[in-house]
Every structure is written in structure tokens, then in C-alpha cells.
């Protein structure tokens, strides 16, 4: 069975409904409301636990969490390493999603920035097979030490480095598998957002990033894998009609580290990923939108072709 380790957020999603974001200073009325399940690492474990891997959430949440810890469990995520905050409440997401599923989010990070590197388990990964899964919604030492433990135990690194901020280069070096969007890209190297694939091949074919490959994701647009001494490949999204784009990112990363851990090279768990996060913006909602295996990976149906015997 695979085993993947996600260190990363818990939150509280707060959903809003509207039919245009709101400008500065404006007050529109919301056509509904939905609370659930959020966090980047939440998420990334449950969009993994979804498509049949083991997986194992190391987090921190307020003693309002019971309801969100049954959840989780609920998805067949181990929870036994997210343990309680002092005085914090849960991690609070406010999310503000249009009609064209475009949205904003505003995130209280609440006990999540109560983790430190002292919860992080001490076994990390045991095998290449292992992979450790990181975002940013959680202090910059604790990613760091979760990446060169994981890597010293001869885990696969994952970082998805969201929200955008500096890194390291010796945590870089310590990455598998960078996760960037488009902004988080520019952010990391310094430079101005790149537009579109082409513009993300330009950049990284001259980056200089001391990981061992970086995957872009695109939104409508796939995603660019890059991995070294090799031209960046294109993965096209299927066209879909979308409803709400959150979660979709971690969806693509949960998706990415289970065939990872499944034994998949990159360029296929690229692939998957793409289909899964497309499957995901169908839907509203963060997680109760990802994709199960059996949808992710039943082969197409044509009506005008018959059904083999």
C-alpha cells in the first residue's frame, strides 16, 4: 500500500456564492453558503486518501476540531498526528467564489501556526516509495525540517510551495518534485509572473532551481513539467465546464503524490494530476469535489463507439 505523509494546514472552509466578486468597498448578497473540510495540507491528504493511498496528516487544530478530525477520518486519512493547539482556535478559510468559479480566499491560520518542528514524527519516510507532502500555509522552519528529515530517510519530496514566498536553496535541494503555480514560480526566482505555458517554458528552461523537476501548474491550461537535462513537456487540460476552482491545486497535488507513491514516473502522474484537478472544478466545494479512484481512472466512454464484449 502506498504511504504518503502530509505536513501542512487544517482550516475550516467558509464558502460564499456570489454572482461577482466584490470590489473594494462593496457589499454584494451571497446565493449560498457551504462550511466544510479545508486547509492546503487537509485538502492535499484527503484529494491522496481519495484515489487509495495510505496517508498520514500531521497538523495542528483548536479544540473546535473534533468535527473536522471525524471527517478526515472519515476520508481514510490518519489523523492520529494532528494534535491539539492551546488557546487557538481551528484555522478559518473565507472563500468568495463568482459564477465563473473564479474566487478569493482570506485564511486566519489559527493553531496552524502553532506547528512546530518538534511534532513532526520522527519517522518521515522509509523508502523512495514514501513521499512527504509540504505546503506553505504552515511556518518556513517546520517545511524545512520536514523536507531534509524525509530526504536523509530516502523519502520523495513534494513541495507545493503556496502561498508564494521565498525558499531556501538548501531546502530546495532537499525537493523531489517542486509544485508551483504561475505566481509562486515568479516568486521563487524573483522575476516578473511569466503569461501562460510559453512563458513558464522560457523561465525554466534558464532557471536555475536546485530541486529535481519543477511541474507548473496552469489552471486551464494543464501543466509544464520540467526535470533536468530534459525540454519542458506540456500537458493540456481536458476542457470542462467549471464550477468552482477551489481546491483544485491540491486536488493536482494529492493526486500527484499518490501515483508517485504508486511507483508512476513524472510525466504520468503529471497526467493523472491534470485530470484530476480538472474533474475536481467541477464540482463546488474543496474536497467534496475531488475526484475517487474509480472516476479518475475509468477509461473514457464515447457514446458512438459500442461497448467491447
Known amino acids: 500500500m502506498p504511504s504518503i505523509t502530509v505536513v501542512g494546514s487544517v482550516n475550516r472552509d467558509l464558502v460564499l456564492t456570489v454572482q461577482d466578486l466584490p470590489r473594494p468597498g462593496e457589499t454584494v448578497l451571497a446565493e449560498g453558503f457551504v462550511e466544510g473540510v479545508g486547509g492546503k495540507g487537509a485538502n492535499q491528504a484527503v484529494a491522496a486518501a481519495r484515489l487509495g493511498s495510505r496517508v498520514r496528516l500531521v497538523a495542528r487544530v483548536g479544540a473546535d476540531a473534533e468535527p473536522i478530525l471525524r471527517a478526515l ?23 468568495v467564489v463568482d459564477r465563473a468559479g473564479e474566487n478569493t480566499i482570506v485564511v486566519n491560520p489559527g493553531a496552524n501556526a502553532a506547528l512546530t518542528v518538534a511534532d513532526l514524527p520522527e519517522r518521515l519516510a522509509g523508502s523512495a516509495s514514501d513521499v512527504l507532502l509540504l505546503q506553505h ?29 521565498p525558499v531556501e536553496r538548501e531546502v530546495l535541494a532537499a525537493v523531489d518534485v517542486l509544485v508551483p503555480n504561475l505566481g509562486e514560480l515568479a516568486t521563487l526566482l524573483g522575476v516578473e509572473r511569466p503569461t501562460g505555458p510559453d512563458g513558464a517554458r522560457e523561465l525554466l528552461e534558464n532557471a536555475q532551481l536546485p530541486c529535481g523537476a519543477v511541474v507548473v501548474t496552469l489552471g486551464v491550461d494543464g501543466a509544464l513539467v520540467k526535470q533536468a537535462g530534459r525540454p519542458a513537456v506540456h500537458l493540456p487540460a481536458p476542457e470542462v465546464d467549471a464550477v468552482d476552482t477551489v481546491g483544485a491545486g491540491d486536488t493536482f ?19 493523472r494530476a491534470v485530470r484530476a484537478a480538472s474533474l475536481a472544478v467541477t464540482g463546488l466545494g474543496a474536497q467534496s469535489s475531488m475526484p475517487f479512484a474509480a472516476q479518475l481512472d475509468s477509461p473514457p466512454t464515447d457514446p458512438d463507439v459500442p461497448s467491447a464484449h
Open 253 to 271: 497535488c494529492g493526486a500527484l503524490a499518490d501515483s508517485l507513491a504508486r511507483g508512476a514516473d513524472l510525466l504520468a502522474a503529471a497526467e
Open 137 to 165: 500555509e504552515i511556518a518556513s522552519e517546520v517545511v524545512a525540517a520536514a523536507a531534509l528529515r524525509a530526504r536523509q530517510q530516502g523519502g520523495t519530496v513534494v513541495l507545493n510551495p503556496a502561498p508564494a514566498r
Open 73 to 95: 477520518a472519515a476520508e481514510g486519512v490518519d489523523v492520529a498526528a494532528v494534535l491539539p493547539a492551546e488557546d487557538a482556535n481551528t484555522g478559518i478559510a473565507s472563500v
